[in-house]
């Protein structure tokens, strides 16, 4: 069973990393020739070599991440320690809001935010970008860190308020060490999803030297660039897909831990 | 600041609030926003300029057979897909669960799909099913039958996309699956096991009606992303051949980025989001009303 499911999972990862690796010439005659230049790096300095080259999309992405991470969790710990905080009627919608907020489609609200990046001249920031999408990872975030909070006793925030500490200290120095696992997970699954962003992403940056990596893929994909057999695509894809690959195999453990907690104490 | 605040609610309430605040402007105002927008005529030919035309767009709409065809087929791949990843995720969810050596492997590369982005991912699936030179073409080549434009043949590529789609996003659920049978108490099991109840008969029993609240809640979320499936079928298919896989999302789209019809792509959004609402609200009902319980 577990040899079926890696195969499912894996062979169409695995075809990609062949595919980037071999001659245009192997891959139209099949894998059965075993000439002198079957192997090849060429498919890699072509996109690596592009105009603008791949590292730009990889170091765009990673920029737009990091902001987004960080503007998530500044928006987020209050949020949800309010939230954990607060009984009654407004704990009840909240939550309600977050639940509907959470599963709402991306793509239905790409018209309105384009319009309003354009009004407010956010069209084209690459920093910008983080608002809409810090705005998206809240439901989770929140409801991620909510559980987390209520996981806590009780009796330890009470002796730091006993202790005279306000309520940024006691975050600062009792709450959040404690959270840090938790804080963790949430800020990988919030790096995840702002590198994965396509629709956003493709309408407020034209500026191809801006693009973050999938609108960039997809425009690659849309042109002639490079035409079959997709050596340079494949390229393209095997180191758009290194950085998470490294996060998800290094933080294993937190990604599947994160969302399995937060699903069942949520 | 010793002792406690004075007003707890109104703390909470503004810790809460700037968080609030960002939600309302990127989920409520763009709904607003568009509801709006449909309501007038803003194209090349206002000069994109909002000039209210009464309801001249959600009667185009109600005309207009590429949406109802858009409709229908993003109604499909939805329903088809969705269905497909609970069964498949469910499946996935017990291998990872059961303990052996390297289940944290497992988990981290059977969730890799899932992690990836969709774009690039698309775009992998377009050349596996590349006429004639893609492994799967391959593959039929070894067994002696013809190539099939798996990307080029209006009535069968949307099961395609439904593929690529499902292989995705299964982890996804199998992740939320996992939450729920690590939420059961082994005790449970065990003693169905003494009482000699077989794999199916637990599955039935005791795992499945237990499992109930995340099937649900994997079925809620699916079910609103697959509904405004977009970067799928743009970078897979375009949307074609001769439109067959062309999505609601796909098609506001066109009409904003392409068409310059502002107007109509906001009654698109409007009218895919309505959609949503009936879905979810009927699969929510369907799913509340059978009570939770354990047959044996």
Known sequence: MRSLLLLWSLAPLAWQLYTSFVTPEALIQGAGMAAGSFWTLENYRQVWLADPPIWRYLLNSAVVGAATTALTLALAVPCAYGLQRQGGRLRWAVTLTLLATAIFPTVLLFLALLQLARSLGLANNLLALSLPYAALCLPLAVLLLRAAFADLPPELEDAARLEGLNLARRLQHVLLPLLAPSLASTAILVFLFSWNEYPIALTWISRPELQTLPPAIARIAGSSLFTVPYGAFAAATVLGSLPLLLIVLIFQRSIVSGLTQGAIKG | ?296
């Open chain 2, 1 to 296: 600041m010793k002792g406690f605040p004075m007003n707890t609610s109104l703390v909470n309430t503004l810790l809460m609030l700037p968080a609030l605040l960002l939600l309302a402007i990127v989920f409520a105002w763009p709904l607003l926003d568009s509801a709006w927008l449909s309501t007038q005529a803003s194209s090349v030919l206002t000069g994109l300029a909002p000039t209210a035309n009464g309801g001249a767009n959600w009667q185009r709409l109600l005309g207009d057979a590429r949406f109802w065809q858009d409709a229908a087929g993003t109604l499909r791949f939805a329903v088809v897909s969705v269905g497909l990843e609970l069964v498949l995720g469910l499946a996935m969810a017990l291998v990872l669960h059961r303990p052996g050596r390297g289940r944290g492997w497992l988990r981290a590369l059977a969730l890799l799909p899932w992690a990836l982005p969709s774009t690039v991912l698309a775009l992998g699936w377009r050349w596996i099913y590349n006429d004639p030179y893609g492994p799967l073409n391959s593959l039929l080549k070894l067994f002696g039958a013809p190539a099939y434009g798996f990307l080029t043949t209006p009535a069968t590529t949307w099961l395609f996309t439904v593929l690529a789609d499902v292989w995705k996003t299964t982890p996804f659920v199998a992740l939320l699956l996992l939450a729920g049978l690590q939420s059961i108490p082994a005790e449970l099991e065990e003693s169905l096991v003494l009482e000699g109840a077989s794999p199916s008969q637990i599955l039935r029993r005791l795992t499945l009606p237990l499992l109930r609240p995340w099937i649900s809640l994997a079925l809620m979320f699916r079910l609103a992303q697959a509904l405004g499936v977009f970067e799928l079928v743009q970078v897979l298919t375009r949307g074609g051949p001769a439109g067959s896989t062309e999505s609601l999302a796909l098609y506001a789209y066109l009409n904003a980025m392409r068409f310059l019809d502002f107007g109509y792509s906001a009654t698109l959004v409007v009218a895919t989001f309505l959609l949503l609402l009936l879905l979810t609200a009927m699969g929510w009902l369907l799913l509340r009303r059978r009570p939770l319980e354990i047959s044996r």
